[in-house]
């Protein structure tokens, strides 16, 4: 991607993710790993931006002027709004999947499902794992079940958890608040890999380091995912027909939206649809 | 290996390590990685034997019956008793180090500097790898740049960790009880990798997940190594002119190696010289 022939035309239909840049010039950035620049990237929403120190404003805007380099082409096919959440959910779940390269023969576990979680079973299942989602309540079952997974383990139960003792690969974990790994990796094959995509907390209740010794295992972190990389998972999405489930709303929609999101009342994203800012300006 | 035709003649030299048995039947077994045999290994030392019942004794024996599969040859040129803690400490450093690709141009920290972190210097080095000792004392600096660590960094100096944040590739955590991981972690690169091969106990103080995320770095356990594997360390050993610093005694001497030990006063490994303890009994 030079800076000097674009590859877009005006009309184009492009992707803006979570970043908008980044030092592009570390060994990260080299790699087209801008996600893990030295320096941090740029954050599409409230992060100072690196020529006029103004906060970035993300999708609440009505224009965005972004360097070719994070920009995306939208696939044809895709429809948008269900492919919006792709450039951060979706690639979020798809970095960890591909970089572990999760394959026909690997048994996934995916841990949680919302936004994260729904895409990472999409996902894992188009890879051509065995897909397995662990949520807590019982209700979720015909719901896993409908977004593709092949089994659902209720976590809080000791006896399911036991039944999957040392059968997993991989376990893709979506969870954002503090919750006990140990169970999770005790679900782990010698060699098994358990990726943390959403915890940035301290890791609280504790991990047994004998959990990890005795069985070679893995702790993994993921986050979001590089530029290439995004474009690949929009691709890859196309091809396998997978998109986000979504919620469009308008824009006045969007206290009720809040207060719905806090409760878990989502399925999966709210996307806002752009055009009702205007409506609500003009009126 | 088979059952019928043994490698071995009489008169042999061959080394016996952390263990004499394991299903032989799992996957891991199948792969050669009996250290991580889903029954459990039978350990060389206060295991239940599988046929009889009894306790292990380990080398305070002075024979042992061992089927061919546990028994490693010994390479000419290795002294003997030098050689002896390279079936534990050295298997247990080397392993994780080929396992996850070491070699030159890797920079590589070995923290601690007891019997397993005087063999993970070692050997990082021979596998080409930039090594850096982190010790809690000073007065251990001249002695690790003796074993061929190329740097010694103070971990207790903020201002040393700090000067090589994000440097390192691999961490080789060598220290059997509760500590800090998170300063090393801090200190590895994207995609760096902490590798602990003695802390069983639950960590703690926490783990970040975001130090994990933010990289994608990884946090992962290593236990000894397999069969094949423990005759290639002793094989590299061997061409590399790499033994265990040792302290020979008698077997009457083993109380006073104790107190020394729990006062962490051996250069690295006491070996019990087993002729002493006929001597002792006809004495």
Redesign the interface.
């Known amino acids: 991607m030079g800076d000097d022939v674009s590859q877009y035309q005006v009309g184009d239909l492009v992707g803006v993710g979570c970043m908008v840049d980044s030092c592009r010039e570390c060994?990260?950035c080299q790699d087209g790993?801008e996600n893990?620049c030295?320096d941090g990237f740029v954050m599409t929403y409230g992060s100072p931006d690196k020529h006029d120190g103004t906060l970035t404003q993300g999708g609440y805007s009505d224009k965005v002027v972004v360097s070719e380099r994070f920009v995306v082409r939208m696939p044809d096919g895709l429809d948008l709004k269900s492919a919006a959440p792709i450039l951060c959910a979706g690639i979020t779940t798809y970095s960890p999947l591909k970089?572990y390269g999760v394959k026909p023969g690997h048994k996934v576990g995916v841990i949680g499902m919302g936004g994260l979680g729904h895409m990472g079973v999409k996902l894992a299942k188009a890879l051509g794992a065995e897909v397995t989602l662990f949520t807590r309540s019982e209700s979720k079952k015909a719901e896993a079940k409908k977004q593709g997974a092949d089994h659902v383990v209720i976590s809080t139960s000791d006896e399911e958890m036991q039944a999957v003792a040392?059968t997993f690969d991989f376990m893709l974990d979506t969870v954002p608040v503090q919750h006990d790994i140990n169970p999770y990796l005790e679900a782990l094959?010698?060699?098994g890999t358990h990726i943390?995509?959403g915890?940035?907390?301290?890791?609280?209740?504790?991990?047994?380091?004998?959990?990890?010794?005795?069985?070679?295992?893995?702790?993994?972190?993921?986050?979001i995912g590089g530029m290439p990389e995004t474009q690949e998972v929009l691709d890859f999405c196309a091809e396998h027909g997978i998109t986000c489930d979504v919620e469009m709303i308008n824009i006045d929609q969007i206290n009720e939206a809040w207060e719905r999101m806090q409760k878990g009342d989502v399925k999966y994203r709210f996307v806002i649809d752009m055009a009702s800012l205007k409506d609500a300006q003009a009126a």
């Open positions: 060994k990260a790993l893990y030295a970089h040392e094959k010698p060699d943390l995509v915890l940035l907390e301290p890791i609280d209740p504790a991990i047994s380091g004998a959990n990890l010794v005795f069985r070679r295992r893995v702790l993994a972190g993921s986050l």
